[in-house]
């Protein structure tokens, strides 16, 4: 297949942002290229991502049969010493093969050309400039990932804002040993396990067994930079340790920017979309969400008549404040002895409904009756009070910013960037 010389909208990657951002832009009219390095069927994510119904609704996306792995489930939080139980909340856990393979047969039939095996080079102005031609295009959108073509040269991510993740679904050889061995850890069968801080403040090893225990996911994550084993490293040692697990089913890994996302998301006729721009949401590395409802943006935005500025404003002021914050207590809690994660879950601050927020990818509200409680059991822990203090502040001031994000581009933007800078260091 030839690529088109000329359309309207060029995509990088199709991925799950590339190929959504593929289907809205057909669906409003738009004649688009999508164009991947890798075969079409090997695209994005190939493993199991937990992802909330809130965004996939409003998204407009209905699962296929068969891609969601049964219905929200309980989460347990577990630490050393502490244990937090969300029992209602919003997340799914979704074979992403399926979901990508939606995005782009929806993408097709709205009229899109995806174009597999074909790898972008650069950029020659209004032209992508790709191993099978060029194609001119009046935008240009670079959905190609954390480590992609870089259109826009994108600052790199600082290793210690890096997880290192790895998913994988295996076969369940010995049901009664692996029913033994959630039960040892207090799990009924099916729900979600959750250890946090095996490998450093931000890690986690989340172990949930699917189809009435025929097989088990495990996801784990971490950020090497800071000394610790790598999510790949880490998945490898359970199922070492763990002789009920049997055969890899499907799986991969990959790295994760958890940096708020950049001040820029577009200059010239470029935008840029999903991990490529740094839209994940930080507290636990999921992109998936931030990506496809970032590539609807982008496409009623442009569809609208409005320009790649209006696109970057529009994001920031109503996603920018909720992934700042989110920002601010990620880089607090990777710091974190596994002892202050205890604390932080005897204090009450982490509690149900704060980590429910998180899961659902929301700010948490506080009740005024939760308050006295709280702050009596931190002023029994008073050593949590200045990092508790600065988080809140740098929350406060992240949201502020955000909404504040300017519409010029020039000095104010670069004062902007100056302020969110000072209270979020990249
Ligand atoms: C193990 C693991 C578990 C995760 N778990 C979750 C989770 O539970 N929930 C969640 O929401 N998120 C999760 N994430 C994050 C999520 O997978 C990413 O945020 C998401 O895949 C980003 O989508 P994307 O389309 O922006 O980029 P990608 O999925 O990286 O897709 C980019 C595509 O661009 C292609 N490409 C790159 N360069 C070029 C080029 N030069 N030319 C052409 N094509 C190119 C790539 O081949 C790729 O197919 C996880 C990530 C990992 C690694």
Redesign the pocket.
Known sequence: MSLPSSVDVAI???????AAAAWYFARAGARVVC????PLAE???R?V???TRTALAEAGIELPPGAALGEPHPFHLVTDAGRVTVRDHDVVDVDMRALVALLQARAQDAGAVLAGD???LGRDGDALVTDRGRVRARWLVD????A??RLLEQPAVGTDHLCA???AVFEVRDRDAARAWFAAADIPPGEIYARLGLAGGFSVQNVRLHHGGDTVAI?TGSIPALGFPS?KAMLDRIVRQQPWIGRRVFG???A?PLRRPYDRLARDNVAL????ACQ?FPAH?????A?ILAARLLAATLGGGGTLRDYEVAWHRRWGGLFAAYDAFRRWNQTMPPSVLDELMAAGVIDPPFARAGLDQTMPRLSLGALPPKARALGRRPQLVPGLARVAAQVGAAHLLSALYPRSERRRLAAWSRGMARVLAV
């Open positions: 990088v990657g199709a991925g799950t942002s590339g164009v991947e390095r890798r695209a994005g994510a493993w991502n937990g992802l074909t790898t972008v959905a190609s990932g954390l992609g073509a993740a790895a998913q996801l999510g991969g890994q990959g994760i979309l999903g991990d490529a994940v590395g999921s992109g998936i969400g990506g």
